[in-house]
């Protein structure tokens, strides 16, 4: 069985968001249960910017229905208005612990790449890694984050770093 839905939403100042979801599901032991939801979004903005989001959420699950493993994948392509693009990739890791145990689809670990080419001839590259710590109940105890740049002036001029995040989750 499939599934779809769609929505549209603007803001005071006429800037523009619409959205597609697509849901595949299938029949376990009388029971529906989905087995991929694909997300597809695009904005586009009063000052020329506008972007594209497409993010796809896969499930698997055993003979009887209990939820095995969870992943989920996204790319996105955002222009700032003048020319300046971005593109990138985002990888989800969910708690296999958790979900097998409670069926609790928790994200683990999120990695997110994006390259920034500017039409200046300058570019960015960025990996983002987010983690997050769950108790045995599957609450949230801690989140970190680190953070991978290098960028070029476009001049041959480059710059690299590292960041460390670290959240407060209360």
């Not at 009388?30 to 506008?50: I, K, L, P, W, Y």
């Amino acid at each position: 069985a499939n599934g779809t839905g769609f929505s549209t939403s603007s803001d005071s100042f006429g800037n523009l968001t619409a959205a597609d979801i697509r849901q595949t599901f299938l029949g376990i032991k009388g029971q529906a249960r989905m087995v991929e939801a694909v997300t597809t979004t695009r904005s586009e903005n009063v000052d020329g910017s506008s972007g594209r989001q497409e993010f796809r959420v896969v499930t698997r699950y055993d003979a009887n229905g209990r939820t095995q493993n969870t992943a989920g994948v996204g790319t996105f392509e955002n222009n700032d208005g003048y020319g300046n693009i971005t593109t990138g990739q985002t990888l989800q890791e969910y708690d296999l612990v958790l979900l097998r145990t409670y069926g609790q689809s928790k994200v683990k670990t999120q990695t997110t790449t994006a390259l920034t080419k500017n039409l200046d001839g300058s570019s960015t590259r960025q990996t983002t890694v987010v983690n997050n710590a769950y108790d045995s109940d599957g609450l949230l105890t801690g989140v970190t984050g680190d953070v991978d740049f290098e960028g070029d002036d476009g001049y041959g001029n480059e710059t690299r770093g590292h960041t460390w995040q670290t959240y407060d989750t209360n």
